[in-house]
């Protein structure tokens, strides 16, 4: 298994361009998620889901869009990308809500 | 939103020491979860606790899920080189079928050559 794989690696964006960020996993979890790392201030939540073509907001969701079309896939969409959206993103998979969650490798975003 | 208190928020400490951080909340949690990320990587999960009292050893970790239910403790004993990188805590609480995952800000832990 792969496990949780990311797409870009790294990517430099301008402001109010728009992009996608990949996220697959290979486990069949049910319950996938997209955080934001910031310096100083831990992982937070962007948005999850709890199975395909279900999808809610977590604690920072302004900026971002998800679709989970199926099990695999739950991609992030940044609309029109801002220099706040600068950050480090992670996307995770768990078996279902009460489980822990497996990480994947992370895209460094720049918006300049 | 709510994020856990994390102590300390980095050490320095010389190879073969042993080290103890913790996580604390004003929350109950029914999980806790210690990570660990090296630069550049993301979170490996290294012990799941989910019963308070538990005490869980992986290795030369040692975690704890306090008796309160609102705080956790990871030890690591005799440092090597490989345990450089920074520990976060996570904490799962059931919130009407919405449970989501509390990030601890992380404690940064460097080995003094």
């Known amino acids: 298994n792969a496990g949780v794989t990311q797409t870009p690696k790294f990517q430099v964006l301008k402001t109010g361009q728009s992009m996608t960020l990949q996220c697959a996993q290979d486990?069949?979890?049910?319950?996938m998620s997209w955080y934001r790392q910031d310096p100083g201030m831990g992982l937070r939540l962007i948005h999850y889901?709890?199975?395909?073509?279900?999808?809610d907001q977590g604690e920072v969701p302004n900026g971002y869009n998800v679709s989970r079309s199926t099990t695999e896939d739950f991609p992030l969409r940044l609309l029109s990308a801002a220099p706040s959206q600068t950050s480090v993103y992670f996307c995770?998979?768990?078996?279902?809500?009460?489980?822990?969650?497996?990480f994947g490798p992370g895209t460094r975003l720049t918006v300049t | 939103g709510q994020q856990l208190n994390q102590s300390p928020q980095s050490m320095f400490i010389q190879e073969g020491e042993d080290v103890s951080m913790n996580c604390t909340s004003s929350s109950i949690f029914n999980t806790w979860l210690w990570y660990k990320q090296d630069p550049g990587e993301g979170p490996v999960l290294l012990i799941a606790?989910?019963?308070?009292?538990e005490l869980t050893s992986n290795g030369r970790l040692t975690a704890q899920f306090g008796i309160t239910r609102k705080d956790s403790f990871l030890n690591i004993s005799a440092s090597i080189p490989s345990d450089v990188g920074i520990y976060f805590c996570?904490?799962?609480?059931?919130?009407?079928?919405?449970?989501?995952?509390?990030f601890g800000t992380g404690t940064r832990l460097t080995i003094i050559p």
């Open positions: 889901s709890v199975g395909a073509g279900i999808t």
């Open positions: 996570a904490g799962l609480r059931s919130n009407f079928g919405n449970e989501k995952l509390t």
């Open positions: 486990m069949n979890h049910e319950y």
């Open positions: 995770a998979s768990s078996r279902g809500t009460t489980f822990e969650q497996y």
């Open positions: 606790l989910y019963k308070a009292g």
